[in-house]
Nanobody
Framework: QVTLVESGGGLVQAGGSLRLSCTAS????????MGWYRQTPGKRREPVAT???????NYAPSVKGRFTISRDNDKNTVYLQMNNLTPEDTAVYYC?????????????WGQGTQVTVSP
């Protein structure tokens, strides 16, 4: 079993920055890709940024140039640096890891962290 713990959300004014972290714990697991998603009430969860084991990165068009995803393989951690935040970035942010644990595939989500951007 792989468990994810997120941190770093909060309240910030427009134009400000936040850094989210998500760390995986467990035993005998491999990580193939990591990602950040976000969801607002009444809407579907949408991808924000993803990074694969090979280093391929994808961003949603709305965050490209403002957000940066990175990973620390030694710490099984993925980060999301969010700069120049706008009220439209307000959402619950979830991390997602995909890989294999004890030979079986897994697709695991973090508990979510609230990001609120005030005008």
């Amino acid at each position: 079993q792989v468990t994810l713990v997120e941190s770093g959300g909060g309240l910030v004014q427009a134009g400000g920055s936040l850094r989210l972290s998500c760390t995986a714990s467990g035993s005998n697991f491999m990580i193939h890709s990591m990602g950040w998603y976000r969801q607002t009430p009444g809407k579907r969860r949408e991808p924000v940024a993803t990074i694969t084991n090979g280093g391929t990165i994808n961003y949603a068009p709305s965050v490209k140039g403002r957000f940066t995803i990175s990973r620390d393989n030694d710490k099984n951690t993925v980060y999301l640096q969010m700069n120049n935040l706008t009220p439209e970035d307000t959402a619950v942010y979830y991390c997602n890891f995909i890989g294999r644990v004890e030979g079986a595939p897994y697709n695991t989500w973090g508990q979510g962290t609230q990001v609120t951007v005030s005008p």
